[in-house]
């Protein structure tokens, strides 16, 4: 599983880039913001990484959750999201295959 | 469906209550968020209503898309959140329930 720290300054089209390239390896995803500037990029990443995806067939979402962080000896909390493909869809697409 | 518009200054602890009764009614539930403080506040919201609802047994996802909206004559990109229960989870709560 691979973990991406995104910041304010994180571009998100790069950021959705990474995401689309560790979904598409079958990999999860966590991406990690500090601050309601990154917790944006990073949410803009993961709606633009969706077009990336969507054309091969992978429908993707995200589970957001709270974890405790130390940067620079200060407690902060930052956002975790978790991006995975969506089971149902997965699943169908598996199905799909099978038909072939 | 419901449609909850979230701002900066919204509450993320009132929203998840709103997104945990709603999804436990069996809706699926849109945000919208304008802003980086209101996104911020949006994905809190999601992250608390995750513990409404885990302890029913309901595991949510959330789909970030853009939309394009007009506030007050002016065009504004919205980040917009479809919420709902995941395919697997809900399908394993199902499979639970018949075994019972």
Redo the contacts between chains.
Sequence with gaps: MGCLKVS?KSSPASVAGAIAGMIKDGSSVEIQAV???A??QA??A??IS?GFLSPVGI????????ADIVIDGEYRTA?RFSVEP???FA?IAAADAAAL
């Design positions: 304010s601050g309601a500037g917790v944006n949410v803009k993961v709606a969706r429908e993707i979402c995200c589970i957001p959750s709270f956002i969506r089971a149902g699943v």
